[in-house]
Structure formats: structure tokens, C-alpha cells
């Protein structure tokens, strides 16, 4: 008798597009990849009601990316669908992740990121008097309430904190990384347990763009070769998540399985690497960018799902 093979079914988990649509360039061709080998793929809306979430045998978060207008909701999301099939990445990761207080924990682990100060609603700050800095939130994307100043600006960005603060806000302060001006920002991706593929991108806030101004996410886009140094340094990030996520939950359970990362890094005044962001719930992949890769990600998708 044949045996009859059950195709995998794959949830790729989306935001609902405005009436510019949705931005997401790499949605459609990792849809037919999953589909051209053999598994069936849905593309759903992570806030749908509709969505059956049990009857897939993986849910993969691709492009949530209005999550950070409704975190809580979003956790809330996370936490139910992970309780229903397999969530990737895991509820408890994307619990953690959504709030950029992390990199403390990373900091903490021995982990060089950006130096970065946390000031909370109700907490006075004080803004930097002798070099430029970064007024951001711990909850945000594509450098939503971002920006960037010179000390003589120090009360525009008070400003900005009180606004970000009467919004129920926690801001983060850093020092601007003037490296990245001309070296950019460099992007790691991860997938399936090894490294993808990495990419540049020149810097985002440009001098006197508003906070709540618009912003090109992602400009002058390019391929990378990564080196050693930004290679070491993304890893060690990724080692230090599981116990991050451990202490944040407690220190119960087991050690979460990442399916997905990217690493941004930014180069510090000594020139050596530094993590600016670890984004392990919706990061783009910028597969449109590297088509060699979108095999290898629907090939470990695939072997996710079983």
C-alpha cells in the first residue's frame, strides 16, 4: 500500500496592511517556496479571530509589525497560540524580546551593546550635555519615536520624554555611535540554528527628523560580508538569550528553541562591534535582498513544522 505523505501546515503570520498595503517583499516568495516543497502555507493576520491556530502545525510570526502599537495584546497573542501549536519563536522569547530592556540582560551576560539608559514614566533624565544621543522607546519599531540630538536640543528631547511618558512609555537614552555614519548598520540573520546571510544599511535618524517625523527604515540597503569580529559578537548574543529568558519567567522551564534572529550591530567609538538591536520576533529578513537564502529558510520551516 502507498504511503501517503501529510503535508505540513504553515501559518505565516502577518499585520493587517493599510491602504499603502502590506510592506512585507518577502511574504509572497516564501509562501510559493513553502508551497514548492511540499508543505501547505496560509498567510493569516495575527489579530484575526477567525484563524483556527490549532490546526497548524506550526505558526511562524513573519511580519507583525504593528505589534508595537499593542504589545500587550500582541504578548497576549503569542501566549495563546503557543499554548494551541508550536509558536516561532516561543511565547516566552517573544514576551521577552518585545520589551528592549533586554539588552540590560545582555549587557549583563558580557554581551557588548550599545550603552543605554532606561527612563521610566515618573523618572526625571538627564540628557547628555557633552555629545549627541538617542531618545527611544523600549517598545518600537522601524525607529518609531526615535530620534536624535545635539546637547543644544536637550529640550526638544525633554519634550519628547514627556510626550512618550504621558503615553505610558519607557524611553531609552544613548549615546549616538557616530561610527555609523560611515560604517552603517549591520544586520545578522539566523535561521534554523545557523547563520543565513547579513546585510548593511546606512544610518536611520538623520540630524533634526522629528521624533514622530517619518523615517526610511531601511536605507541604502546592501549585501555584507560579515566578519569575524561581528560573527563573534552576534553569537555571543544568541548563547546569552536562553538564560535571559529563563530569569525573566523565573528560571522555569526549559531552554526556549530559536527558529529565527537577527542581530543589528553598530560599531562603538573603538571601532569594535556592539548589538544594538537582537530582534527575535519579526525581524526582516530581507529575503527579496538574498534570494540564495529562501531555500535554507523554507527547508528549516519545513522541519519545524514536523
Known amino acids: 500500500m502507498a504511503r501517503t505523505t501529510v503535508r505540513a501546515r504553515v501559518a505565516l503570520v502577518t499585520y493587517r496592511p493599510g491602504e499603502n498595503g502590506n510592506a512585507d517583499r518577502d511574504l509572497p516568495a516564501l509562501k510559493e517556496a513553502l508551497e514548492d516543497a511540499g508543505a501547505h502555507a496560509v498567510v493569516a493576520h495575527w489579530d484575526d479571530p477567525e484563524v483556527d491556530w ?56 558580557g554581551v557588548p551593546v550599545v550603552p543605554t539608559r532606561y527612563v521610566a514614566p515618573g523618572e526625571d533624565a538627564e540628557l547628555p550635555e557633552d555629545h549627541e544621543f538617542v531618545v527611544k522607546p523600549t517598545a518600537g519599531a522601524g525607529a518609531r519615536f526615535a530620534a536624535r540630538y545635539t546637547p543644544a536640543e536637550r529640550e526638544t528631547a525633554a519634550r519628547q520624554l514627556a510626550r512618550m511618558h504621558a503615553e505610558g ?35 536611520v535618524l538623520e540630524p533634526g527628523t522629528p521624533y514622530d517625523g517619518v523615517k526610511v527604515p531601511h536605507p541604502q540597503l546592501q549585501d555584507w560580508e560579515v566578519t569575524p569580529a561581528e560573527l563573534l559578537v552576534a553569537e555571543r548574543a544568541l548563547a546569552a538569550v536562553p538564560d535571559a529568558v529563563a530569569a525573566a519567567a523565573g528560571g522555569e522551564g526549559a531552554a526556549p528553541e530559536l527558529l529565527y534572529a537577527r542581530v543589528d550591530l553598530v560599531d562603538g567609538d573603538d571601532g569594535e562591534p ?33
Not at 512609555?169 to 547579513?198: C, K, S, W
Request: with cysteine; proline share 3%.
Open 54 to 109: 490549532a490546526a497548524f502545525d506550526l505558526v511562524l510570526i513573519r511580519s507583525t509589525w504593528d505589534y508595537s502599537w499593542r504589545v500587550a495584546e500582541f504578548v497576549a497573542w503569542a501566549e495563546l497560540c503557543g499554548k494551541l501549536t508550536r509558536l516561532a519563536n516561543p511565547a516566552e522569547v517573544v514576551r521577552w524580546n518585545t520589551d528592549k530592556r533586554y539588552l540590560g540582560d545582555l549587557a549583563g551576560a
Open 169 to 203: 512609555l519607557t524611553a531609552m537614552v544613548q549615546p549616538y555611535l557616530r561610527n555609523i555614519d560611515a560604517a552603517g548598520e549591520r544586520a545578522l540573520q539566523f535561521f534554523g540554528g545557523r547563520f543565513l546571510h547579513a546585510s548593511r544599511k546606512g544610518a
Open 274 to 306: 556592539r548589538v544594538m538591536e537582537l530582534e527575535l520576533v519579526e525581524p526582516n529578513l530581507f529575503l527579496w535582498l538574498h534570494p540564495e537564502s529562501l531555500h535554507v529558510v523554507a527547508e528549516a520551516v519545513i522541519r519545524a513544522a514536523r
